[in-house]
């Protein structure tokens, strides 16, 4: 049942942002204009575009993906729909993990679109080392995403959402997104996997913890 | 007594606290510049550690009580848990400025840069601006229940950060110094610049906890004077 | 004098925590005055 409303919640979210697309596109262009920015924003001859590309690509995501995590909520606010979902059967629970794979969908999509354009600006060659890379990507965007999905529950409710939601968000941020960025660069040198194991349990250990702490507290958000 | 008065006593009290502290402070000042040696390497900046080393302490300190109270109010939904967390946020961040401040003073003189992306460093910093921003949240809320519930998820959500980033900094090269005193064989540091720091310590937990009652106090008398207006217009 | 000659940031590092936590008192004893 509650896999189901997940499910269906997800579905809604997503059919919304696919009638427009605007949020998707917003973030899609903001991704590529962050690459380039970053590419052109450095003194070619002191910093190579490898140095620079496991930073560029993690503020990159994380900034796309930030445009991304306050729509979900947003959609809620108008309408008062937010209201609806909690006067409907579906349990807090539920209504998380839906918000959650939406955002984890549209986060993705975004960062699956974006790679290959890094891969190309940045001249990057991944071919062997692509399956370890989605792996980082992933975990990290699930610490993002989900630790995304309970501020932004919080900071629909502010007036300066927009502003409100990086402020709090970013501080924990830290841990998985150096995380991430010490593994990338170790993955593009083609460093040996023991390298990045320390960075990669730490990676693992705040994806569990946080997305098991984001779910206990979202009942708090929700019920009033 | 009613709330009113049981708040005033409060804040009472907090003030004696503070005013004793404040009075510690004095003492500990006179003896770390005056009677407590000069580092022979380090020069006379070495001292601001007696300053910077407790004020990051307390702030830490408050930061984690912070955080506790957030998870107590979870569970038990007193109002009062609430006011004493934020206000606790509010000392922790007061205290802050004083860490973030002091912190490049000593570091100038020592390392030779005001500031490093050391890892101690940037994660103090980023635990005030957490608290800064759980502060905003608050200020963006209207509804003090609302307030006081998202404030207390945002808590312990910080709470279950501290770890990570304590974790971060061992991956990190630094440039902290290495720990003095908490190191599992004898402390490395001389008697006399011992006892100094540790007075420093008691003093600065001292003041955390004057500040904190008063604020705490001062936060009741808030609330109430809310519910007498509240009260007379309805 | 063998040791290097940096008084001054002490001395300025003695006073901002002095004044950061002198001030964050007077804010408070101001507030408690408007709340009396």
Do not use: C, D, Q
């Given at each position: 049942m509650t896999t189901r409303t997940a499910m269906a919640i997800a579905l809604k979210d997503l059919a919304i942002e696919w009638r427009t697309k605007t949020a998707f596109m917003s973030s899609l262009v903001f991704a590529v204009l962050v690459l380039a920015i970053l590419f052109f924003a450095r003194d070619a001859t002191a910093v190579s575009a490898f140095d620079l590309a496991p930073g560029a690509l993690w503020v990159t995501f994380t900034f796309a993906g930030m445009l991304g995590l306050n729509r979900a909520f947003l959609v809620e606010r108008e309408n008062h729909s937010l209201d609806g979902l909690r006067l409907s059967p579906a349990t807090p629970t539920a209504i998380f993990l839906g918000k959650v794979t939406g955002n984890l969908i549209f986060v993705g999509v975004v960062e699956l679109v974006s790679l290959p354009l890094f891969v190309v600006f940045y001249d990057i060659a991944i071919w062997r080392q692509v399956p370890l890379l989605l792996t980082v990507i992933a975990m990290a965007t699930v610490a993002f995403v989900a630790v995304g999905t309970v501020l932004s529950a919080m900071v629909?409710?502010?007036?300066?959402s927009e502003v409100m939601l990086p402020v709090l968000l970013l501080p924990f941020l830290v841990p998985p997104i150096v995380g991430a960025v010490q593994i990338t660069w170790r993955i593009l040198a083609e460093r040996p996997l023991a390298e990045m194991s320390g960075w990669l349990s730490l990676l693992g250990a705040f994806d569990i913890v946080f997305f098991a702490l984001a779910l206990l507290l979202f009942d708090a958000i929700i019920t009033e | 007594m009613t709330r009113r008065e049981r708040a005033l006593r409060t804040v009472r009290r907090g003030t004696v606290l503070t005013v004793v502290a404040l009075l510690g402070l004095v003492i500990v000042y006179v003896r770390a510049l005056m009677f407590t040696p000069i580092e022979r390497f380090q020069g006379p900046a070495q001292k601001i550690f007696y300053v910077h080393a407790p004020v990051a302490w307390a702030s830490l300190l408050a930061f984690a009580v912070c955080g506790l109270l957030s998870v107590g109010y979870l569970f038990m939904r007193d109002r009062r848990l609430d006011l004493l967390a934020m206000s606790s946020a509010e000392v922790g961040v007061a205290l802050s400025v004083a860490m973030l401040t002091t912190g490049p003073i000593w570091g100038?003189?020592?390392?030779?840069?005001?500031?490093?992306?050391d890892f101690r460093l940037s994660s103090t910093l980023f635990l005030f601006l957490l608290f800064v921003g759980y502060l905003v949240l608050r200020g963006a809320l209207a509804d003090h229940e609302v307030r006081a519930r998202y404030s207390a998820v945002l808590g312990v959500m910080a709470l279950a950060l501290v770890p990570f980033i304590h974790l971060t900094v061992y991956w990190f090269r630094t440039l902290?110094?290495?720990?003095?005193?908490?190191?599992?064989?004898?402390?490395?540091?001389?008697g006399v610049m011992l006892v100094t720091l540790l007075m420093s310590l008691a003093v600065f937990t001292l003041l955390y906890g004057g500040f904190l009652t008063v604020r705490y106090g001062l936060a009741v008398l808030e609330d109430v004077r809310l519910e007498e207006a509240a009260h007379e217009l309805s | 004098m063998n040791y290097p000659d940096n008084g001054a940031y002490m001395v300025a590092a003695y006073i901002v925590t002095a004044v950061v936590v002198v001030g964050y008192a007077a804010m408070l004893f101001y507030r408690s005055r408007k709340l009396r």
């Open positions: 629909v409710r502010t007036r300066f | 100038k003189p020592i390392w030779g840069t005001w500031w490093t992306w902290h110094p290495a720990p003095v005193i908490m190191k599992p064989e004898a402390p490395s540091l001389p | -």
